[in-house]
C-alpha cells in the first residue's frame, strides 16, 4: 500500500465534473483507492463519495492505493490533481 496527500488545485474545489474525472479514474485500476479528509474514508471510485469530501480550493486529501496497480493509479490520481481535474 502507498499513500500521498493530495492538494486540491482548483479554484472551485471538487464538484461534480472533477468527481466524476477522478472516480473514473480511478475506477480504471483494480486497486483499492480511498481518500482520507479528516475523520471520512471514502472509496475514490465512487462519484458522491468523492463529492461528500466536500474538498474546497487547497484541501488536503490523503491518497490510499492498495494492489497490483498501486504505483499507477497514485502517479495517474496525482497528475489530475496536478492538473486541476482538466
Do not use: Q, W
Not at 500500500?1 to 477522478?22: D, F, Q, T, W, Y
Not at 480504471?28 to 471520512?40: A, L
Not at 471510485?45 to 497514485?74: F, N
Amino acid at each position: 500500500m502507498i499513500s500521498k496527500e493530495l492538494e486540491v488545485l482548483n479554484r472551485a474545489g471538487i464538484h461534480a465534473r472533477p468527481a466524476s474525472e477522478i472516480a473514473k479514474t480511478a475506477s480504471s485500476f483494480r486497486s483499492d483507492i480511498f481518500f482520507i479528509k479528516e475523520n471520512m474514508k471514502i472509496n475514490a471510485k465512487s462519484i458522491m463519495g468523492v463529492i461528500t469530501l466536500g474538498a474546497t480550493y487547497k484541501t488536503k486529501i490523503l491518497c490510499t492505493c492498495a494492489g497490483e496497480d498501486e504505483a499507477e493509479a497514485m502517479a495517474a490520481l496525482e497528475s489530475l490533481f496536478e492538473r486541476r481535474f482538466e
